[in-house]
Structures are given as structure tokens and as C-alpha cells.
């Protein structure tokens, strides 16, 4: 089996319906619209733990996931698709 250890998440992405990661991979696709998928992990109570390029790390909340600037096209929103 092969790990892809990298996504690119869009502002279009859908919430996974599981949000523990056990469907994670393979089950949730990485595919257009589901990259954030590789992220949105319930891992520390509906929020995951970031590190930054400026070095500085920080909990996030699931939901504002969608908040942060992933790349340069990102365009951060509070809209949310359910998936």
C-alpha cells in the first residue's frame, strides 16, 4: 500500500463524515473537493495540532480548518460542505 503524505486542500472542500480518521485512508478518496479529508481528523477534541512555517504551532479546531491560509490560492471561508 502506498502513503501519500501530502494534500492540497481547497476552500471547496467537504467535512468527512468521520471524523476519527479510521476511514481516513484509504476509505476517505483523495481526490477534488475531499483533500482536506488528509486533515480533518478528530484527534485532540474536534481539533488537531499545527505546525507552522514560522515555526509557532497551535490547536486548531476542526471547523476552522477552513479559517487558515493553506497556500496562496486558498481563499479561507466559515462555509462548510457537509459531507
Same mark, same amino acid.
Given at each position: 500500500?502506498?502513503?501519500?503524505?501530502?494534500?492540497?486542500?481547497?476552500?471547496? @472542500?467537504?467535512?468527512?463524515? @468521520?471524523?476519527?480518521?479510521?476511514?481516513? =485512508?484509504?476509505? =476517505?478518496?483523495?481526490?477534488g473537493?475531499?483533500?482536506m479529508?488528509?486533515?480533518?481528523?478528530?484527534?485532540?477534541?474536534?481539533?488537531?495540532?499545527?505546525?507552522?512555517?514560522?515555526?509557532h504551532?497551535?490547536?486548531?479546531?476542526?471547523?476552522?480548518? /477552513?479559517?487558515?491560509? /493553506?497556500?496562496?490560492?486558498?481563499?479561507?471561508?466559515?462555509e462548510?460542505?457537509?459531507?
Amino acid at each position: 500500500m502506498v502513503v501519500w503524505v501530502g494534500s492540497w486542500p481547497s476552500h471547496g @472542500d467537504t467535512m468527512p463524515e @468521520d471524523l476519527t480518521g479510521e476511514i481516513g =485512508y484509504p476509505g =476517505y478518496p483523495h481526490q477534488g473537493g475531499r483533500f482536506m479529508g488528509r486533515f480533518c481528523i478528530d484527534r485532540h477534541n474536534n481539533a488537531i495540532n499545527i505546525g507552522f512555517v514560522d515555526t509557532h504551532a497551535e490547536r486548531v479546531p476542526l471547523k476552522d480548518l /477552513w479559517l487558515k491560509k /493553506w497556500h496562496k490560492n486558498f481563499k479561507p471561508t466559515a462555509e462548510i460542505n457537509e459531507g
